[in-house]
């Protein structure tokens, strides 16, 4: 039996996330604010009120309010941009997380 991409993405949990994100384009450095949606071991998706480029590159981060969560930061890559709630749903795939 072969596996798919919808079987590959069962293999990571999704996390939903309800924080703000801040979304910084690698080209330029413009910075965005953003409210995080979910969160996985490949990729993260929010909701911002401008879109992105599809393929733009991005660093994301994840600061918590609670100091018994660790912070998030990864460089990742825009795969899509849909309308949501009069704003853009972004999909991007982590690049890679920074320490």
């Known amino acids: 039996m072969t596996m798919g991409m919808d079987d590959e993405k069962r293999d990571f949990q999704r996390l939903q996330v309800d924080h703000p994100v801040r979304v910084t384009e690698t080209d330029g450095g413009r910075t965005h604010e953003a409210l995080g949606r979910d969160l996985s071991a490949t990729g993260v998706s929010f909701v911002m009120a401008s879109p992105l480029p599809v393929g733009a590159t991005i660093s994301v981060a994840i600061e918590p309010s609670s100091t018994m969560l ?30």
């Open 70 to 99: 660790s912070p998030f930061h990864a460089d990742a890559q825009v795969l899509r941009v849909e309308p949501e709630d009069g704003g853009y749903r972004v999909a991007a795939r982590i690049l890679g997380v920074r320490r």
